[in-house]
């Protein structure tokens, strides 16, 4: 890997159903992640997927660019807008992609996350610092 490279997106179906199988596995059973009624009655523009559920995917996509989990040694973001997922079979798409910014020293490099729904950024500041191959 070398600065400026830039990695192929990667693409994410997100249905309620992976935000029901999500909230059993995480423990967050928050309503606004299964009820329009009540995402809606909080402002939301309807039921959104949990920002950490957003954000594992933008690292699973990091995983599969540098090749193992194992080299990812620092992962952050914030998040910057929610991903709405309506009540259907078809759900939304989460694009990531992701380029090589920078080199470090001991031989680390800071990748760039991008991650969009319908183009619009729902990560904010996302990098990662993987060890280099």
Known sequence: MQVGTEF?????????ADLVRYAGASGDFN?????????TSVGLPGV?????????????????WVGDTASIVEY????ANPVVVPDDDKG?????????????????MQIDIA???????????AKALVRGR
């Open 76 to 79: 952050s973001t914030r998040f």
């Open 48 to 64: 959104i997927a949990h920002g950490m559920l957003t954000m594992a995917l933008a690292g699973q996509a990091v995983a599969y």
């Open 115 to 125: 991650a969009t729904c319908h183009g619009e950024k729902v990560l904010g500041a």
């Open 92 to 108: 939304t798409e989460i694009v990531v992609t992701g380029v090589v910014k920078k080199q470090l020293e001991d031989g680390l």
């Open 8 to 16: 192929p997106p990667q693409t994410f179906q997100v249905t309620r």
């Open 31 to 39: 309503p606004i992640h299964w009820s329009d009624r009540v995402a």
